[in-house]
């Protein structure tokens, strides 16, 4: 078993180390294939900007996905979380050059419920930019 | 055109069962980098309390969105999806999708919206097993930019 956050030793302010994920062009293939959203925005360079963005972006629900994993990662048990609503404010743009986008999380307890839940407000930047305009994620801790 | 707030309300039929498989749960835990052996590995999942491996929390997308893509090619919705951007998501869970649940996806049209020139369409798709046990409600709001 894996060692678990029990409420107890959890405040408001509560703050989750703070994760880097990286986000490769492979990544988004990978993806694409395993979610079954192929739109050619998340893959192709020429389809991304002609319909204006920079270049090719990050799917919004593979940043989801990405910030959840460091709420999971806390809690200790990816089963753990029971209400997770975000914003997407701003594209991850993945560049072609071997290296990709990094996706920094980081999170702070909000609120904490009595029966054990605790809301954790998130920061998703890339580039130094808020992705996720909003990002909350409700884990029902042990 | 703008959307017809006389959709909001509108249900759609279950869709089929979808059967989640253990090797479908491991690939999308890849896709994402999840590293947990409850994904992967049936033993440490029984040994956390769950009956099988368990999905990631944003796995419920690779059956709604296909769920709520019903509702964009709904004649009376018909959004541009060349023009369609992600707005917004939300996932309630009631417990971890598992390999082995038989589920069945059904949407509802819970908004309609014109801002700035841009449609903002909110779907919900609840998710529940065949036999009907809840699992997870999924929300999605999508924005067609400039069909308003």
């Known amino acids: 078993m894996s060692p678990t956050v029990r409420a107890a030793d959890v405040a408001v302010g509560t703050e989750l180390p703070e994760q880097t994920y990286p986000v490769t062009r492979a990544d988004l293939v990978r ?38 994993r460091a709420v999971t990662a806390w809690a200790c048990d ?64 042990a | 055109m703008a959307l ?13 069962v979808y059967e989640v498989g ?3 749960i491991a690939e999308f835990a890849d896709a994402i980098g999840a590293p947990d052996a409850v994904h992967r590995d049936a033993d440490a999942a029984r040994a956390a309390g769950y009956p099988d491996v368990i999905a990631p929390p944003t ?21 541009d999806y060349s023009r369609v951007v992600h707005g917004e998501q939300r996932f ?10 038989r589920l069945v996806a059904t949407p509802t049209i819970e908004a309609v919206r014109s801002v700035g020139g841009n449609d903002l ?16 409600s999924a929300t999605s709001m999508l924005v067609a930019r400039g069909t308003a």
Request: hydrophobic fraction near 40%; proline fraction near 7%; charged fraction near 20%.
């Open chain 2, 121 to 136: 369409l909110t779907t919900r798709v609840d998710v529940a097993t065949e036999d009907g046990e809840p699992v997870c």
């Open chain 1, 31 to 68: 993806y694409a294939g395993a979610s079954g959203d192929f739109n050619p925005i998340h893959w192709n360079e020429r389809v991304a900007t002609e319909v204006g963005l920079p270049g090719v972006i990050a799917h919004g629900m593979l940043t989801m996905a990405l910030a959840a």
């Open chain 1, 78 to 141: 990816p089963g753990a979380l029971v209400e997770y609503h975000v914003r997407f404010g701003r594209p991850v743009v993945v560049p072609d050059d071997g290296t990709g986008a990094q996706v920094t999380v980081r999170g702070k307890v909000g609120a904490l419920g009595e029966d054990g839940r605790a809301r954790v407000d998130l920061t998703v930047t890339s580039g130094g930019e808020k992705v996720l305009s909003l990002a909350r994620a409700t884990v029902q801790l």
């Open chain 2, 59 to 79: 796995f419920a997308i690779a059956l709604t969105l296909s769920a709520a893509g019903v509702v964009v090619e709904d004649p009376d919705v018909a959004l």
């Open chain 2, 92 to 101: 309630t869970h009631h417990r971890p999708i598992r390999a082995g649940d």
């Open chain 2, 4 to 16: 017809d707030p006389a959709l909001v309300g509108r249900g759609y039929p279950p869709s089929a």
């Open chain 2, 22 to 24: 253990r090797q479908k």
